[in-house]
Nanobody, 119 residues
Framework: QVQLVESGGGLVQAGDSLRLSCEAS????????MAWFRQAPGKERGFVAA????????GYADSVKGRFTISRDNAKSMVYLQMNSLKPEDTAIYYC????????????WGQGTQVTVSS
Protein backbone atom coordinates (compact mmCIF):
# COMPACT_ATOMS: atom_id res chain seq x y z
CA GLN A 1 0.00 0.00 0.00
CA VAL A 2 0.96 3.61 -0.53
CA GLN A 3 0.29 6.50 1.80
CA LEU A 4 0.47 10.12 0.69
CA VAL A 5 0.89 13.02 3.08
CA GLU A 6 0.78 16.63 1.94
CA SER A 7 2.29 19.59 3.71
CA GLY A 8 3.20 23.20 3.08
CA GLY A 9 -0.17 24.86 2.77
CA GLY A 10 -0.96 28.12 4.47
CA LEU A 11 -2.33 31.62 4.23
CA VAL A 12 -0.57 33.97 1.84
CA GLN A 13 -1.26 37.16 -0.04
CA ALA A 14 -1.80 37.48 -3.76
CA GLY A 15 1.51 37.42 -5.58
CA ASP A 16 3.22 35.34 -2.93
CA SER A 17 4.78 31.93 -3.40
CA LEU A 18 4.27 28.66 -1.64
CA ARG A 19 5.71 25.18 -2.02
CA LEU A 20 3.64 22.13 -1.31
CA SER A 21 5.21 18.79 -0.54
CA CYS A 22 3.84 15.29 -0.78
CA GLU A 23 5.61 12.34 0.76
CA ALA A 24 4.83 8.87 -0.49
CA SER A 25 5.43 6.00 1.86
CA UNK A 26 4.93 2.28 1.75
CA UNK A 27 6.52 -0.42 -0.32
CA UNK A 28 8.71 1.09 -3.03
CA UNK A 29 7.90 0.56 -6.67
CA UNK A 30 8.19 2.32 -9.98
CA UNK A 31 5.41 4.91 -9.70
CA UNK A 32 3.69 5.69 -12.95
CA UNK A 33 2.34 9.13 -12.28
CA MET A 34 1.82 11.54 -9.43
CA ALA A 35 -0.33 14.60 -9.54
CA TRP A 36 -1.79 17.52 -7.68
CA PHE A 37 -5.48 18.27 -7.64
CA ARG A 38 -7.37 21.00 -5.88
CA GLN A 39 -10.89 21.66 -4.74
CA ALA A 40 -12.18 25.13 -3.99
CA PRO A 41 -15.27 25.75 -1.87
CA GLY A 42 -18.41 24.99 -3.83
CA LYS A 43 -16.51 23.65 -6.83
CA GLU A 44 -15.56 20.25 -8.15
CA ARG A 45 -12.11 18.83 -7.71
CA GLY A 46 -9.86 19.80 -10.60
CA PHE A 47 -6.54 18.77 -12.03
CA VAL A 48 -3.55 21.00 -11.36
CA ALA A 49 -0.35 19.26 -12.44
CA ALA A 50 1.12 15.81 -12.98
CA UNK A 51 4.53 14.25 -13.33
CA UNK A 52 5.73 10.85 -14.46
CA UNK A 53 7.86 9.18 -11.83
CA UNK A 54 10.53 7.73 -14.06
CA UNK A 55 11.32 10.41 -16.62
CA UNK A 56 9.87 13.53 -15.03
CA UNK A 57 7.51 14.51 -17.82
CA UNK A 58 5.04 17.12 -16.65
CA GLY A 59 1.65 18.43 -17.52
CA TYR A 60 -0.30 21.40 -16.20
CA ALA A 61 -3.75 22.83 -16.18
CA ASP A 62 -3.93 25.96 -18.28
CA SER A 63 -4.93 27.98 -15.25
CA VAL A 64 -1.59 27.36 -13.53
CA LYS A 65 0.77 26.97 -16.46
CA GLY A 66 3.70 29.34 -16.13
CA ARG A 67 3.06 29.90 -12.44
CA PHE A 68 3.20 26.44 -10.89
CA THR A 69 5.96 23.87 -11.23
CA ILE A 70 5.67 20.23 -10.28
CA SER A 71 8.80 18.26 -9.50
CA ARG A 72 9.83 15.06 -7.79
CA ASP A 73 12.69 13.63 -5.79
CA ASN A 74 12.75 9.92 -6.49
CA ALA A 75 15.29 9.18 -3.76
CA LYS A 76 13.07 10.78 -1.13
CA SER A 77 9.77 9.62 -2.66
CA MET A 78 8.63 13.22 -2.66
CA VAL A 79 6.68 15.31 -5.10
CA TYR A 80 6.50 19.08 -4.89
CA LEU A 81 4.35 21.84 -6.22
CA GLN A 82 6.04 25.21 -6.39
CA MET A 83 3.34 27.85 -6.65
CA ASN A 84 4.33 31.35 -7.69
CA SER A 85 2.29 34.46 -8.38
CA LEU A 86 -0.57 33.08 -6.36
CA LYS A 87 -4.03 34.44 -6.99
CA PRO A 88 -7.14 34.40 -4.82
CA GLU A 89 -8.68 31.92 -7.26
CA ASP A 90 -5.93 29.47 -6.33
CA THR A 91 -7.51 29.14 -2.91
CA ALA A 92 -8.40 25.50 -2.42
CA ILE A 93 -7.54 22.31 -0.66
CA TYR A 94 -4.66 20.76 -2.55
CA TYR A 95 -4.42 17.00 -2.79
CA CYS A 96 -1.57 14.78 -3.83
CA UNK A 97 -2.54 11.74 -5.87
CA UNK A 98 -0.91 8.72 -7.47
CA UNK A 99 -1.82 6.19 -10.12
CA UNK A 100 -0.03 2.98 -10.94
CA UNK A 101 -0.98 2.22 -14.54
CA UNK A 102 -2.32 4.01 -17.63
CA UNK A 103 -5.72 2.40 -17.16
CA UNK A 104 -5.91 3.31 -13.49
CA UNK A 105 -7.43 6.34 -11.90
CA UNK A 106 -5.73 8.36 -9.22
CA UNK A 107 -6.81 6.00 -6.49
CA UNK A 108 -4.21 6.96 -3.90
CA TRP A 109 -4.89 10.28 -2.24
CA GLY A 110 -3.50 12.35 0.57
CA GLN A 111 -5.57 14.15 3.17
CA GLY A 112 -5.03 17.51 1.53
CA THR A 113 -3.46 20.77 2.59
CA GLN A 114 -5.25 24.11 2.64
CA VAL A 115 -3.97 26.98 0.54
CA THR A 116 -5.63 30.33 1.08
CA VAL A 117 -4.67 33.36 -0.99
CA SER A 118 -5.97 36.71 0.14
CA SER A 119 -6.37 39.77 -2.06
Amino acid sequence: QVQLVESGGGLVQAGDSLRLSCEASGRPFNYLNMAWFRQAPGKERGFVAAITWTDGRTGYADSVKGRFTISRDNAKSMVYLQMNSLKPEDTAIYYCALKLSPSASYTYWGQGTQVTVSS
